[in-house]
C-alpha cells in the first residue's frame, strides 16, 4: 500500500495495544544469504482484532538482515498487500 513505517512508528503501534494477533505464522520460508547480508522471504497468515474489528489475511514479506560483528541485525522488511481470499 506504500505505507513507510520507522522503528518508533512500529514500537509504538505495538505497545498502543490497538491490534492484538491471534495468529501469526509464515510458511514456504526461504532464506537466502549473500555474503554479509541474509534475505528471508515468506507467506505470512494472519488473525486477529485491530481498534476492535477482526482480521484474517495472507500476505508475503520479505526481511533483509546484515551481519555486524555482534551477530545479524533486521534492517529492512516489506510486505505485499493482502492476498485475495480463497
Not at 520507522?6 to 495468529?23: H, I, M, W
Not at 538482515?65 to 541485525?73: K, L, M
Amino acid at each position: 500500500m506504500g505505507k513507510v513505517f520507522t522503528k518508533s512508528d512500529l514500537l509504538n503501534e505495538a505497545r498502543g495495544g490497538k491490534t492484538v494477533y491471534e495468529r501469526q505464522d509464515d510458511s514456504e520460508q526461504k532464506v537466502r544469504v549473500y555474503g554479509d547480508t541474509a534475505i528471508v522471504t515468506a507467506l505470512l497468515h494472519m488473525k486477529g482484532t485491530s481498534e476492535g474489528k477482526t482480521f484474517e489475511r495472507q500476505l508475503w514479506f520479505s526481511d533483509t538482515y546484515v551481519r555486524t560483528p555482534s551477530g545479524w541485525r533486521y534492517v529492512f522488511g516489506q510486505a505485499s498487500i493482502p492476498l485475495p481470499a480463497n
